[in-house]
């Protein structure tokens, strides 16, 4: 039986980026202006000119038939969001484990989907968007806006757990020049996850699972009947896609 020796594995040093194909930064919008409310998961290119998302907040508000009020606030929720991402931009990160339990738990609406998995973060040709597509014709899920809030999911634990990584570096080096740093605590499920799994292999373990562990990592998909919806909001997720080449970044309406 093959094993893999978590203990043993050296971390690798790398300037922040998301451990994956493409760096997407997830982004997630919600806001409500006079009892109207827009709420939205989608995925933006940081290198893309801050002009983009101008257009992109008229042409949303406008589409939706949004109050124009909405305007400034989607704007202050994106740039916020893509600022807080290019400021670890340039700085070192470091992951010690290479393969994470990631976890989604997700209504979209009227599909209920759970499920959890390993990753591997040290692998940056994998793609989140690819995993969602595959995961979603496994199971048989139709409605085209799944698969999107899925890969949204998954960009935010990974996110999370590099931007982690860098605060973790920062104490290093702050350690090694003699300052005491300060104190380092992470209250993010994902991080916490990914130091959880010395406690599921040990210093060496099998990733193959036992089978009586198999029932832990089925995926659960519930279809709620229309009937049962009917205090749900109106989907918003007919706002425009960026660009043609990003439809498999395109919106959703995510619960």
Do not use: H
């Not at 300052?179 to 916490?192: D, G, H, T």
């Amino acid at each position: 039986m093959k094993t893999v020796s978590l203990g043993a594995s050296r971390p690798s040093t790398v300037n922040f980026r998301m451990p994956t194909r493409d760096n997407l930064v997830p982004i997630r919008v919600d806001i409500e202006v006079d009892g109207q409310r827009y709420r939205d998961a989608f995925t933006w290119n940081p290198r893309d000119p801050d002009s983009e998302i101008i257009s992109f907040a008229k042409r949303t508000a406008k589409d939706l038939k949004l109050p124009a009020n909405f305007v400034p606030q989607m704007l202050q929720s994106i740039q916020g969001q893509l600022a807080e991402f290019r400021s670890y931009e340039g700085q070192e990160m470091q992951i010690k484990e290479k393969i994470v339990p990631l976890k989604i738990d997700l209504r979209v609406n009227n599909t209920v989907i759970r499920d959890q998995f390993l990753w591997d973060i040290g692998n940056l040709d994998s793609d989140p968007e690819e995993f969602a597509r595959t995961l979603c014709d496994d199971l048989n899920i139709t409605d085209p806006e799944v698969g999107p809030a899925i890969a949204v999911s998954i960009r935010e634990q990974l996110y999370e757990i590099a931007s982690q990584s860098v605060s973790v570096m920062r104490e290093k080096q702050l350690s090694k020049k003699g300052r005491r740093a300060p104190e380092f605590s992470s209250n993010s499920k994902a991080v916490n996850n990914a130091v959880d799994l010395f406690k599921y292999f040990g210093s060496k373990g099998s990733v193959i699972r036992k089978r009586k562990e198999w029932y832990l990592y089925e995926p659960v998909v519930d279809v709620i009947a229309n009937e049962e919806d009917g205090k749900e909001e109106p989907n918003n997720s007919s706002r425009p896609k960026k660009r043609a080449e990003e439809e498999k970044v395109a919106s959703l309406q995510s619960l």
